[in-house]
C-alpha cells in the first residue's frame, strides 16, 4: 500500500456543522482518522473554512465572529491529537514531520481556506503562525485583503476580474509567510492574483485542491503556463476530487479522470509538480467522486500503474513530492 499525503479536506467544517468534536470515527464524513490510517495516509490537511459572507449576515449576531470559529475547529483538531496522540499528531515542524513519520503517527497539518480574517494585518499572520496554521489559501470566493477569487460569488469570473492582481497587503504578505514559514495556496486565487504570487514567492508555493483546465475548462483549475509556474517554484498542484473539476459540468467522476489530469501535470509541469487535494467533505454529499474516500487512493494507485506510470513516479505524487514542500516550507 502506498502511504499518500492529501493536501485539502473540509471535514473540520462538517464535523464542528454535526458537532463532532473528535475526528477518530465521523461516520456522516468522508474521512476520519480511523479510515485515514487504513488508507495509509502519511499527513492529511485539515482546512478551516470560514462561512460565507451572506451567512454571516443571516446569522448576524448569532455568528461568533471569525477568530472564535477558526480557535474552535482549530481547537477540534488539537483535541483529537490529545486523545489520539498514537495515531495522529500536529504537523508545524519538520521536527513534528520526522517525529510523526518515525512512530507511524499521521501528521495533522492545520490550514486556513479564506485569509479575510487576518484583515491586512501582518501581525495578525504571526498570530495564525503561532495557532499552528502551516497554510493558508489566500482568498475563497470573495475578495478579501490578500486579493480577488476565481470564482467571485461561486459565479465565473468576467476577464477583468480574473486579471486582478493581488493586493499591496497580499503582495507584501508572500514575503512575510515565506519568512514564517507559511505556505502559499492559490487555489481559489484569480489568475492575476496567481501571477503575482509566483513572481513575488521565493519559497514554493501550491495549489491545494485543483486541476488542469485545458482538459476541464473552469476558472478553480489550472492554465499549463500556471501549472508550468507551480513546479518552477517548487511547489505542487493537488489532484482535486470535486467532478465540476475533473470534467466539465459533471456531477460523476471517474478514476480514469483522476489519471488524466495527473498524467497532464506530469506532461506539463513535470512529474514533481503532482500531487493529491482531494477536498473530501467539501464537494456535497450528491456529488460522485472518482476516489470518494482515503482508501480509494489505492484503487487509483492500481489504474495509475495499468495506465503507464512507474511506481517511483506514484510514490512522488502519492507523498514525495508533498512531503518535499512540506520541509522546505517548515523550520
Ligand atoms: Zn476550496
Redesign the pocket.
Known sequence: MTQFIDM?C?TLTQANLHFRHDLYTLPMEQLDVKRLLEGGALAQFF?V?LPKITTVQRLGRLYEGDWKHIKRLAGILYHTCVLHGDSVSMCRSRKELDDNMSAGRISAVLTI?DGRDIGGSMERLGLYHRLGVRLI?LT?NFANCFGYPNLPGGAAPSSSDMERGLTDFGKEAVGEMNRLGILIDV??LSDGGFRDVAELSKKPFVA??SNCRQLCDHP?NLTDEMIRAVGMSGGVVGLNQNPPFLRRGSKISGLEDCVRHLRHLCDVGGVGCAALGS?FD?CGRSVRMGVREPKGYQELEGLMLRSGFMPEEIDKIFYKNAERVLRETLS
Open positions: 485539502h473540509d482546512a473554512c481556506e489559501t475563497w487555489s481559489h491545494s485542491h478553480r477536498d467539501g
